[in-house]
């Protein structure tokens, strides 16, 4: 294959809509303004992991922790030994703590990461990856106090049609 007739992202993203590809690589970069150790970075770290091969290697990278990645999708946290917790326990100590910054993000950041991991939750092709994502994405709209949004409902509003986006969205944003 031509090296440059490829994509970063996993193969699953060619499975799902084009807006919904959009929200994905909406949130890749981070938010700007936050410190450079803030807690949304090993956060980062793993939903590009989850997202893109690994721009060193070509590779996909399925845990938090493996070596390799450099910077940018490299690991969240270091594991020190086969006996530490499994990576979904550590991730969520990673994610109590993001939680507790919430306050310190961009409202508007804030919301499209939201989007962002409610999809990785709904679609990724690791059952296990999907499960944890889907999970954060519930704990971070309650702690906005509404209600998760369901498949369907997502697939509908990022479905790849203006009546779709409309439907779900304040009438003067959307003239």
């Not at 994905?24 to 893109?52: A, E, N, Q, S, T």
């Not at 690991?75 to 979904?88: A, K, L, M, N, T």
Request: aromatic content about 10%.
């Amino acid at each position: 294959m031509n090296q440059f007739n490829r994509s970063v992202m996993q193969p699953w993203t060619t499975r799902i809509s084009l807006m919904q590809q959009s929200v994905l690589m909406g949130i890749v970069r981070g938010p700007d303004g936050v410190p450079k150790y803030h807690p949304v970075k090993p956060i980062l770290r793993w939903y590009r992991r989850c997202l893109l091969l690994s721009a060193i290697d070509g590779v996909i990278l399925t845990n938090p922790t493996d070596p390799g990645g450099g910077s940018f999708t490299g690991p969240s946290y270091e594991r020190i030994d086969s006996e530490d917790p499994p990576w979904q326990d550590c991730m969520d100590a990673l994610f109590d703590k993001f939680m507790q910054h919430m306050d310190e993000m961009p409202i508007h950041y804030w919301l499209h990461m939201t989007h962002a991991i409610e999809i990785m939750g709904y679609k990724h092709d690791n059952p296990d990856i999907a499960w944890w994502w889907r999970r954060c994405y519930v704990r971070m709209v309650e702690a906005m106090h509404v209600w998760p949004e369901r498949e369907t409902q997502l697939d509908r509003r990022l479905g790849d049609t203006l009546e779709g986006w409309k439907a779900r969205s304040d009438r003067a944003i959307t003239k």
